[in-house]
């Protein structure tokens, strides 16, 4: 491999590692619970940790499928900034609070809210959804409150030291600067830059027979 055919390969590298957004990880996820409660409408209270704050959001509950605990969405999910105690069907985008709203993928294991809907770090918000299903949670998760509502009728009520099994994924909005989508202008420049190389006939590649 000549010098100048090594510099072309490693500016390609470079601009495909450039291209490839920041990958979504957890923010907030509990797990641990064994205890599983009949249809009931869920809800839950998280704080995000430390850091950039996160968007391109989505939530999972964790419900009972053949016997054991698998992730999912159902009805719709509401994120809030404070709690709610008002009944399932009174949810809406003007509940006070209101920060976004979130639907289940086509494989109705997750919910996957606005890309542009943001939170904030070390902020405490609040999940309920609209509709039931059998959770799997804690009785026993200290720091943590869990909300449900036995009906439609039926109100929110919080139960403190309680943790319904969710998973909460997003996008860390500061690191993108790390990793950057290119400007087209930047791959116009690493285009010309390979053509011109190419072009000037400094490019030697040896094959062996």
């Known amino acids: 491999m000549t010098r100048s055919y ?10 495909s590692v450039l291209s490839c957004p920041a990958a979504a990880g957890t923010i907030s996820e509990y797990t641990a619970g064994t205890v599983h409660r009949i249809n009931l409408y869920p809800g839950e209270s998280f704080t995000t940790p430390s850091g950039p704050g996160w968007d391109d959001l989505t939530f ?4 009972e499928i053949n016997g054991s605990p698998k992730p999912a969405a159902f009805g719709t999910i509401f994120l809030l900034s ?12 003007a509940t006070p609070g209101y920060v ?10 997750e919910y996957v809210f606005d890309v542009t809907a943001t939170i904030q770090p070390n902020t405490t918000y609040y999940f309920y959804a609209n509709s ?11 720091g943590t409150t869990f ?9 929110y009520h919080p139960f403190t030291n309680e943790s319904a099994n969710y998973v909460l994924s997003g996008d860390p909005v ?3 600067a790390l990793t950057p989508e290119p400007s087209s202008a930047f791959l116009e420049i690493g285009g010309i830059v390979l ?3 190419i072009g000037g006939g400094r490019v030697r590649i040896k094959f062996r027979r």
């Not at 999972?60 to 419900?63: D, I, M």
């Not at 039931?132 to 009785?139: C, K, L, P, Q, T």
């Open 6 to 15: 090594r510099f072309i390969f490693q500016t390609v590298v470079l601009l």
């Open 60 to 63: 999972s509950w964790f419900v």
């Open 82 to 93: 404070q709690p709610y105690a008002g009944t399932p069907p009174n949810l809406s985008y």
């Open 100 to 109: 976004d709203q979130g639907s289940p993928n086509s494989s109705n294991s």
């Open 132 to 142: 039931f299903n059998v959770i799997y949670g804690s009785e026993n998760a200290p």
């Open 147 to 155: 909300y449900f509502a036995g009906g439609p009728k039926d109100k």
């Open 174 to 176: 500061g690191p993108r």
């Open 195 to 197: 053509l011109g190389l």
